[in-house]
């Protein structure tokens, strides 16, 4: 079945059949591989993409119901001022370890810094507490994300 | 261990002249990249790329190795890259493991740290020798400097001098720099090499690949551990769009489903129906397993680890003034990297085949995919790719994905690549775990000292019965059983323990500092028990057993340090401390749990300070980061993480049942480290033994309440 949606800004169309989720359009057809397989089951993040602005679990998101949406995934943050910042600030502080739920943290924390550009810790806390890292890489997500929103405020 | 200065010229014969790759991976045409050893490339543009024979799960070794190289050759990080070495264990052997290439243990910069150093010095004596002969200098008067070959009155880039370099014989005693000219090696400001890409999406783990004409292949296992497949019936299966085909494994422990793509793949495995054979399938539960530990206790130990009578140990006890014992248990727990483990079997073109695979431990699957493909070993090549975690999930003994891997591709006409996906289900309940143990503790007390320490563990071997064996096991005692009890630096006067095997319940395997993982745990809740006992403070009773050698003035000084950062002593109202300090992998790391909060209300971990003692620190905002990870998943899994097995059968499907660690779980870290000039020693374990203990301690002096059975939600641990 023919879908089209917006991704990274560009008109395209994708032959998936209805049920597969958003995540495998994603990495096996289109080949885009910065969004990552963790559960399939909406519990760690990893796969986050925007879906028109909004931060989604796409392992939890049909293809069908993102006809004609606006889809932005990790590759294409750095042409956005706010994921600019966000990817700025976890290059500064070194927030990676292994790296593979960083593209999901990334995803969410440009979607908390959108909408609430000055966010306490309980603020960061609510919002990404979606997102999983094996790794513990959150004393210095909850750092970067003030940092991003430095930079934004410069 | 020394390492031997000629350990890498050993392997590393006369420098040659390779046709190179560049680091994106395009063939550079006209122009030669040359590798100076196996551990220096330096690329035509004069891009220094070090070869890392360590696999990276995020524990830094890209970044720590090619600092070394670089510290030696006179460049700036930014002009040094890295790509993973191939697997060839007589060249990239972890020097630690003997003839096998490796990472494990936290030893990847302990036993590179000499080799590395080398290898980049003796490029740069190549490199200027080829100065000095173009320049007809001598060669005393030229050095490098950020990639310049400099003096005589001349300066060009390294890169002039690549390919005459690469004809010239290798120094044998290259000179290694002194740590008063170190530029690199302990500089706080250098950045991890793997930021940006795994920050931009282009990072690429095993998962992440597709191979032209690839088939993604997952497995049906058998619910319980040992169960074989009887029959299957697929015709479900052959409705998916993008099935290929299904077919029983050689060994009979799982149908693999081919398909086009990983969702179709998902999917035609949901619909296959099999019948499994479970005549010699595990049946027990968890209960069972456990209550088998818990008896064990009850009796006297296999196995004597300290040479002394434990009778004299019980006696010495008994009579003193106060007596404090506690029994412990400790569940199965998964390592759930967050990458779900895969790997990729490519055909080549001379009928060998490439292994893609985030590979920990090289030469494991290298053997086993050249025995089950009928291959020469020069016929299996390995391309180790990045890992996203592992935790030691990613290294077992039996290579067990990749010889799942190696079957399926086995049985296919081998002429597409096979692309071995696991889910996270597959991962919980398929996987290999930390076994359970159970430990038995009395210590006897008398005028504020303590007189005597009985400690009884029992569980599950981790290394009988695998290769590892010999290397593990000394008189029958599989030491990472028991790892941070009988070798403690706490000078204990009548120190005993023993230890019991039990039965082999399901696969187990180390996990993130292996045998510390328990052994810490009770050690240090035992300290605080101790302390109490003799109505001392908890930090300061440990510093009296802890004199009398450099092991013990060591981690003296951790704990000092942890202390006075922490302002022990001295909590904020409605705030407690617990403190923990243990060595293991040669490091020491003591830690401050600061909380508030109670059990029933819920417990709010406000601040875990740690210091830590890992010798030379070579990154230190790295060695940081690791302490921060370590703590992490340490606390988080005893927080509320178990593996429980109902009739053989894991319970536990995906994360909401293994919940993992979230960013509102500790509240803060703070690390500082020991300024040391003792040969570096590892960093990705060493944090997480005295995490949970210091966790523990700092809950019991809250609320009273000693938790010593894991986890603590099944205590009546609330957190906030
Ligand atoms: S893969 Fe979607 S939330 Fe885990
Ligand atoms: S960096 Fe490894 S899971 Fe987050």
Redesign the pocket.
């Known amino acids: 079945m023919a879908i089209s949606l917006k991704l990274n800004g560009r008109e395209t169309t994708v032959s998936a059949e209805p049920g597969t989720p958003l995540l495998w359009v994603i990495r096996d057809e289109l080949k885009l591989t910065g969004t990552k397989f963790g559960c399939g089951v909406a519990s760690c993040g990893a796969c986050t993409v925007h879906v028109d602005g909004v931060p989604s679990r796409s392992c939890q998101t049909y293809i069908e119901d993102v006809e004609g949406a606006e889809v932005t995934t990790i590759e294409a943050m750095e042409d956005i001022k706010v994921g600019a910042a966000v990817q700025q600030a976890w290059v500064e502080l070194d927030v990676?370890?292994?790296?593979?739920?960083?593209s999901g943290q990334i995803m969410s924390a440009v979607g908390l810094l959108a909408e609430n550009p000055k966010p306490s810790v309980d603020d960061v806390h609510d919002y990404m507490n979606g997102n999983a890292?094996?790794?513990a890489?959150y004393q210095r997500i909850r750092a970067a994300i003030e940092r991003a929103s430095e930079i934004l405020e410069a | 261990m020394t390492i031997s200065r000629r350990t890498f010229l050993a392997g590393s014969g006369a420098a040659v002249l390779v046709l190179g790759l560049s680091p994106s991976g395009a063939v550079a045409s006209a122009k030669t990249d040359a590798a100076l050893n196996p551990f220096v490339k330096i690329t035509s543009e004069g891009k220094v790329i070090a070869v890392v024979k360590h696999f990276e799960m995020?524990q830094g070794p890209t970044t720590g190795l090619s600092t070394l190289i670089a510290e030696e050759l006179g460049v700036g990080m930014d002009q040094i890259d890295y790509e993973f070495a191939p697997s060839n264990p007589e060249v990239y052997n972890n020097l630690l493991f003997g003839p096998f290439q490796g990472t494990g243990g936290s030893t990847a910069i302990a036993n590179s740290f000499n080799q590395y150093r080398q290898a980049g010095a003796a490029a740069r004596e190549m490199l200027i020798q080829a100065a000095a002969d173009a320049w007809g200098v001598d060669a005393g008067g030229l050095k490098i400097v950020e990639g310049q070959v400099t003096g005589a009155g001349q300066t060009a880039s390294i890169a002039e001098f690549v390919v005459a370099a690469a004809e010239l014989e290798a120094p044998s005693e290259p000179r290694l720099t002194t740590p008063s000219e170190w530029r690199l090696i302990g500089n706080p400001d250098i950045r991890r090499l793997d930021s940006k890409t795994k920050t931009n999406g282009q990072a690429m783990f095993g998962m992440d690949l597709h191979l032209p004409e690839q088939m993604v292949t997952v497995i049906a296992r058998s619910p319980q551990k040992g169960g074989k497949v009887a029959s299957f019936d697929d015709s479900g299966s052959a409705q998916v769009k993008g099935f290929i085909r299904a077919a029983t494994l050689p060994n009979l422990a799982g149908v693999a489903v081919y398909a086009e793509d990983t969702w179709a793949a998902f999917q035609a495995r949901e619909a296959l129906q099999v019948e499994w054979d479970m005549s010699d399938a595990e049946t027990r539960s968890s209960d069972e397993i456990k209550a088998e530990i818990m008896a064990a206790l009850d009796f006297a130990p296999t196995y004597n680890a300290t040479g002394n009578e434990q009778s004299e140990v019980a006696a010495a006890i008994d009579g003193a003034q106060s007596v404090v014992e506690e029994t412990f248990y400790f569940p199965l727990l998964a390592h759930a990297p967050?990458e779900p483990l895969n790997c990729t079997i490519e055909p080549d073109a001379d009928g060998g085949v490439t292994l893609h695979d985030g590979a920990q431990m090289p030469t494991g699957p290298h053997m086993a995919l050249a025995q089950i493909l009928e291959l020469p070993m020069d016929k299996v090549r390995v391309k180790t790719m990045l890992a996203?975690?592992s935790f030691g999930r990613r290294a077992t003994p039996d290579a067990d994905y990749q010889v799942e891997a190696a079957l399926a591709f086995a049985i296919t006409d081998r002429t597409r690549p096979v692309k071995l996906v696991w889910s996270r289900e597959d991962d919980l309940r398929s996987g290999y775990y930390r076994p359970a143990f159970g430990h038995k503790v009395r210590v006897g007390v008398t005028d504020g000292k303590i007189v005597g320490w009985e400690h009884q563990v029992a569980g599950q071997s981790i290394m009988k019965g695998t290769p590892f064996e010999a290397f593990a096991v000394r008189d029958g005692i599989d030491h990472s059983s028991i790892e941070g009890t009988n070798d403690t630096p706490y000078q204990i006067p009548q120190l005993f323990v023993g230890l019991t095997d039990t039965k082999k319940a399901t696969s187990t395997l180390w996990w993130r500092s292996v045998g510390h993982t328990h052994t810490a745990y009770v050690m240090e809740v035992m300290m605080d028990m101790a302390a109490k006992a003799a109505g001392a403070d908890p930090v300061e009773f440990r510093l009296g057993y802890l004199t009398g050698s450099e092991d013990a003035d060591r981690k003296a000084a951790v704990l000092q340090l942890a202390a006075e950062k922490a302002n022990w002593g001295n909590a904020p109202a409605g705030r407690y401390h617990g403190v923990a300090v243990h060595k293991s992998f040669g490091s020491y790391v003591a830690e401050v749990a600061e909380i508030s909060g109670n059990p029933e209300d819920g417990i709010v971990i406000e601040n875990i300070t740690c210091a830590v003692d890992c010798g030379i620190p070579i990154n230190p905002d790295v060695i940081k980061a690791q302490m921060e990870g370590g703590i992490g998943y340490g606390i988080g899994h005893v927080m509320r993480d178990q593996i429980t097995l109902a009739g053989g059968a894991v319970e536990q499907f995906n994360f909401p049942d293994y919940e993992p660690l979230r960013i509102s779980d500790i509240r803060g870290i703070d690390v500082h480290i020991v300024m040391s000039e003792a040969a570096p020693t590892g960093v990705g374990e060493p944090s997480t033994p005295p995490s949970a203990p210091a966790l523990a301690n700092a809950i019991a002096a809250a609320s009273g309440v000693m938790v010593a059975s894991l986890p603590m939600s099944e205590e009546g641990v609330l957190f906030a």
């Open positions: 990676v370890q292994c790296g593979y739920c960083q890292c094996r790794c890489t | 995020g967050m996203g975690g």
